[in-house]
């Protein structure tokens, strides 16, 4: 395996070299032609591929691998579906460099995947950074992009996501089966109420990640007639966060939310209510605060996060995934396996479709598109479908409390839309 | 008022350790002229070595009794000495060769031993907070409803004890008339026969130790450390120092009181945003329309 892996990694550093060399007019002209090109017949043989591409060495390998698994798991299963003569096969490039995700490198992959013919869909990347760079690459050349675990809502939706697909702005390539940042903010909005909280302090670190999660749960937190008694945002390069907390004790709320992550003041802040009499008063917030259990210990008993994934080990439907993956990999899944596997099962699936439609001849990258689009389809993480921007219409997250400091699943929460 | 009087008390306590902080910038500044801004760093330092030592004693929570006093005092002094000796080493290495050479060189060789002093303890104890064990302790009293916890009590009396003795220390004993002479005229001072080198490390040795106090008492009270406390903690001792008089060891303990007060009472006014903001605009104010600081330059007099 890590062979493989080497080898793909040098093929992609390979492969970069002359894909930077290439000036961009020229990528467009061949990847105009790609979306364009008529559909010719099938040669007995055809392989058709699923390129992927995620960190896969370096401090991400950990995470990247077990994700590329889920990947080539669901593309190893897809094989017994696909139409007579056709081989699908996935082919993973690494988007670490030096051990960290880097998104030229994403770039550089998926203009390989895109000057390969063979590759019609593309799963990945694991990061934002990545995906935000590699978006106006695949937009510009017609490929569908499902990303399996970039979390950052700018990605699809709002001016930023539309300066992503300017170079084709009808057709929007890039989808994703997890759900994003400011749905969290959702989750433990409908979270909050449903524990009886009323009355909530509302704190953030002034960062897009933070501030972006904190907006949400106010807004959601308000309109379930829930009351914000007041909103604060922390200073940078600070460890006393008393005088804040001396604030919100005076406000006396049922719970404390926090927008932001532990290094950024979440950590210390759940610590220091202890300290101005706030120890029994409850503790919220996203992915962030996943960590807490670090510096907090047991002081994080009390406190609640979201992820912005269902946990797969837990959900009824993932039960055989989770098996095969163990005897194929020996390994528990990661935290992405069963999102990258739900995002290649979508790819592998809108293939076999658009090749039926296309009466068996290759189809064109377009049409591909076009049914991931479209799809209807039941994975390990639930029922997928996509709206407009790509975004699952179904987003389901999961929910964990703290006790002895150790995090705890609670249950997953389906978002209303 | 009594959120008032809950703000203030938490805004001296806080201003307590940046007081501590603060007597090593305005100690260093006194006898060679050089904001050593790795001062910081050495005050996280301080709270990583107590850390360090605690785990080593096998402490992991409160203490009572002989204990209690027995392994602060190892934590406090261990964490003070191992500060003055990297203090001490700093100097030596980054400031005392060019001690001659223009003015802003070891001002960036200090900004330079900043960022090695922060690298090698994000190494040292990791990119996240650490947790500290809490010590010492904390019953409170309720005065005017308000509750004073004894680890408060403890911080603020240590920093006054510090000032106090290192007034006594200067102006009592030969080593601190050494260290005044030094601070109002080098040349003159080393044709008396002051050993200048000497003095200098002294300085270093005592300023670097109160940092070290500084950050095992900022580790028991906050319960945790980062290795990038050091930053925002020096940036706003340094302001206290100027804002007190830099060079003023008074003025250093009045600057850092007060900076605490403010930053306490700008957070419940204006907001937690607001307050690094309120800080540094006085910063900007003292240097522009009183440069001198509230005390001047009462102790250690430069050009």
């Not at chain 1, 080539?72 to 007579?84: E, F, R, S, T």
Request: hydrophobic letters at 50%; one cysteine or more.
């Amino acid at each position: 395996m890590r062979l493989i892996l080497a080898t793909a990694a040098l093929a992609a550093l390979a492969a970069c070299s002359g894909a930077n060399n290439a000036s961009t007019s020229k990528n467009t002209t061949t990847t105009t032609t790609a979306v364009t090109a008529a559909p010719s017949p099938a040669p007995p043989g055809q392989v058709v591929k699923i390129g992927i591409d995620l960190p896969l060495s370096g401090g991400d390998a950990s995470v990247g691998i077990s994700t590329e698994q889920g990947a080539l798991l669901a593309i190893d299963q897809a094989q017994k579906n696909m139409p007579h003569g056709y081989t699908l096969q996935g082919e993973a490039l690494d988007d670490s460099v030096q051990g960290v995700h880097n998104p030229e490198q994403g770039v550089s992959n998926v203009r390989s995947f895109i000057s390969d013919a063979a590759v019609l869909a593309v799963v990945g990347p694991y990061n934002s950074n990545v995906a935000r760079a590699e978006i106006p690459v695949t937009n510009a050349a017609g490929l569908a992009q499902i990303g399996p675990s970039v979390v950052a809502d700018n990605l699809t939706i709002g001016p930023d996501a539309a300066q992503l697909r300017r170079t084709n702005p009808s057709m929007n390539t890039f989808f994703r089966v997890c759900t994003t940042d400011s749905r969290q903010g959702s989750a433990l909005a409908q979270f909050a109420r449903s524990l009886g909280f009323k009355r909530t302090y509302i704190i953030d670190d002034n960062e897009t990640y933070g501030l972006d999660l904190a907006d949400r749960f106010e807004k959601d937190f308000t309109a379930d007639g829930g009351t914000v008694l007041a909103r604060d945002h922390l200073a940078k390069n600070t460890q006393d966060f008393k005088s804040l907390l001396l604030k919100v004790l005076a406000a006396k709320p049922d719970v404390v939310f926090f927008g932001g992550v532990t290094s950024t003041g979440g950590g210390l802040i759940r610590k220091q209510m202890f300290s101005v009499g706030l120890g029994k008063t409850a503790y919220m917030g996203g992915d962030g605060l996943a960590d807490l259990g670090t510096v907090a210990a047991a002081q994080a008993d009390g406190s609640y996060y979201t992820l912005a994934a269902p946990n797969a080990q837990k959900l009824p439907a993932a039960r055989a995934f989770v098996k095969t993956y163990r005897a194929k990999y020996n390994a528990d899944i990661g935290p992405y396996s069963a999102n990258a596997y739900a995002a290649a099962q979508v790819a592998a699936n809108a293939i076999i479709r658009a090749i039926g439609s296309s009466k068996g001849a290759i189809p064109a990258r377009a049409a591909v598109v076009a049914n991931v689009a479209a799809t209807k389809l039941e994975t390990p993480i639930g029922p997928i479908s996509f709206d407009k921007y790509g975004d699952v219409t179904n987003p389901v997250l999961s929910l964990y409390g703290f006790k002895n400091g150790q995090p705890y699943f609670i249950r997953q929460i389906q978002l209303k839309l | 008022m009594h959120e008032f009087l809950a703000q203030l008390v938490n805004g001296i306590s806080l201003g307590g350790i940046y007081a501590l902080i603060a007597l090593g910038y305005t100690m260093v500044y006194g006898i060679i002229g050089l904001i050593n801004f790795a001062h910081g760093d050495v005050y996280t330092l301080g709270s990583f070595f107590a850390l360090t030592i605690l785990t080593a004693l096998g402490v992991s929570g409160e203490l009572h009794g002989v204990a209690l006093v027995v392994d602060v005092a190892i934590a406090l002094i261990g964490a003070a000495l191992l500060c003055g000796i990297v203090g001490v080493l700093i100097e030596r290495l980054a400031y005392r060769r060019l001690r001659n050479a223009p003015r802003l060189a070891p001002l960036i060789t200090a900004i330079g031993i900043s960022f090695i002093l922060e690298n090698v303890m994000q190494i040292w104890k990791g990119p996240a907070p650490v947790s500290f064990p809490a010590v010492v302790p904390n019953p409170s009293v309720m005065v005017a409803g308000v509750a004073i916890g004894a680890q408060q009590f403890l911080l603020v009396g240590l920093a006054v004890v510090m000032m106090v003795a290192l007034q006594l220390f200067i102006h009592n004993t030969r080593l601190g008339r050494a260290m005044r002479a030094t601070a109002e005229d080098r040349d003159a001072a080393q044709l008396m026969g002051i050993n200048i080198n000497r003095t200098i490390m002294l300085t270093f040795l005592i300023g670097s130790a109160l940092a070290g106090v500084a950050g095992f008492v900022s580790g028991v009270y906050y319960q945790s450390t980062w290795f990038f406390n050091g930053f925002g903690a020096g940036l706003k001792a340094f302001t206290a120092a100027v804002l007190g008089g830099i060079g003023n060891i008074a003025g250093a303990m009045l600057g850092g009181f007060l900076i605490g007060i403010i930053e306490s009472f700008a957070t419940w006014k204006f907001g937690g945003q607001w307050s690094n903001v309120t800080v540094f605009a006085i910063l900007i104010l003292v240097l522009v329309f009183r440069p001198s600081g509230l005390l001047g330059e009462a102790v250690f007099e430069r050009a």
